[in-house]
């Protein structure tokens, strides 16, 4: 009946918080990434109304930080996630490489890159 090896072991504070930190990461990112996608500006998460929802609504939620923290903090894993999934899904495949110089509305100089991978050797002909 007391056997050490059957019985629960409760969890440390620290091993709570560690959960904590990675469910409040884990959301994080998935908004950051959510508000990318959709071309939402970051700075939509200090409107004091979606503070408020956020705060409510989902779990954690109110542990979100403000639009500064995210962009130093997340945009670039963000960013390095989906090179990576870039160069996996192109790996070992022959690419079409277009690039686009331009200015931004500032007239800052910007370069637009598009990457195609060539489906077959039919398709690299008609290039």
Do not use: H
């Not at 779990?59 to 930080?65: L, T």
């Not at 331009?102 to 489906?119: H, K, S």
């Amino acid at each position: 009946m007391n056997d050490p090896t059957s019985s629960k072991r409760q969890s440390t504070i620290t091993g709570c918080n560690e959960q904590s930190t990675a469910a409040k990461d884990t959301l994080v990112m998935e908004l950051v990434e959510a508000f990318m996608a959709a071309n939402i500006p970051l700075e939509k998460v200090d409107n004091p109304t979606m503070r408020s929802f956020m705060q409510k609504n989902p779990k954690g939620g109110g542990g979100i930080p403000q639009a500064n923290t995210l962009r130093e903090l997340y945009v670039t894993r963000i960013f390095n996630q989906q090179q990576a999934n870039i160069i996996a899904k192109l790996a070992g495949q022959k690419v079409v490489v277009i690039a686009n110089e331009t200015t931004d509305v500032v007239g800052r100089y910007a370069v637009n890159v598009l990457i195609q991978p060539l489906l077959n050797q039919m398709n690299a002909q008609q290039c």
